[in-house]
């Protein structure tokens, strides 16, 4: 079952119809959605789901396939869902999707203020974190803040780059996230470019332009094991 991700040609769109392709207890599939499924660090979209009879079906959550572009919504149990064929209209929890996309993107530019391998990540609706594999005396909050918030007010637009994946395979260095493997499918990888600030493979949602992130601050710095030293970011 495939599925056409809208949100990686435009992560602004909040509502799309859709028709349902599969549905049962694992969750509901469409033809398109604008639900991005948890994946490197970013949670599942919720929203509701909204029938030709005017009523409507909550979606909690949303996960990947069993294929790269296969989506599961996961409605409240309970609920009963639309049937095999039937025309939806789906619409995002906007101001939660955007908090993640100006979140996710805002590690993007952390990694490029701390730069040591990534380790580990997470993007929370007003906090995100990496982990990296250096020695804690090399993190200073501080200093880091005022790195990222300065590349932040560069207020540079970002754009998405595909590659094949001879390219990337050719150019190791691009990958600096070990836990996560890049967004490959169909010979292609998809790249986030900030241009003069980062590049790297990424399936997620981003904001358009950096600046609207908004200044961010250390929330604190751990020591989570040899590998993970952990910077956590919030909202400012
Ligand atoms: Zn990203």
Redesign the pocket.
């Known amino acids: 079952m495939s599925t056409e991700l809208l949100f990686r040609e435009d992560a602004y769109l909040t509502r799309c119809e859709a028709r349902v392709i599969a549905a049962g207890e694992r969750g509901l599939q469409f033809d398109r959605t604008v639900f991005y499924p948890m994946g490197?660090g970013q949670p599942g979209d919720t929203g509701v789901l909204l029938r030709s009879d005017g009523s409507t079906l909550r979606i909690i959550d949303t996960r990947k396939g069993d294929t790269a572009d296969s989506v599961l919504h996961l409605t409240e149990p309970g609920q009963a869902q639309p049937a095999i064929g039937e025309r939806v209209t789906l619409e995002l929890d906007w101001d939660r999707r955007y908090a993640h996309m100006r979140i996710?993107?805002s590690?993007?530019v952390l990694s490029c203020v701390v730069v040591a391998p990534v380790t580990g990540g997470n993007i929370a609706v007003d906090r995100g974190r990496l982990d990296f594999d250096i020695d804690m005396s090399l993190l200073d909050a501080e200093r880091i803040e005022r790195g990222v918030n300065a590349l932040i007010a560069r207020a540079v637009d970002t754009e998405t780059v595909w590659i094949t994946d001879e390219a990337l395979d050719a150019h190791p260095e691009l990958v600096k996230t070990m836990s996560v493997q890049p967004p490959r499918g169909a010979g292609r990888v998809r790249l986030?470019k900030i241009p003069g600030i980062d590049l790297?493979p990424?399936?997620?949602?981003?904001v358009r332009n950096i600046g609207e992130i908004g200044p961010i601050k250390v929330l604190r710095i751990r020591n989570e094991g040899r590998r993970n030293k952990r910077v956590e970011v919030g909202f400012a």
């Open positions: 490197g996710h993107t590690l993007h986030l790297q990424c399936g997620g949602t981003h």
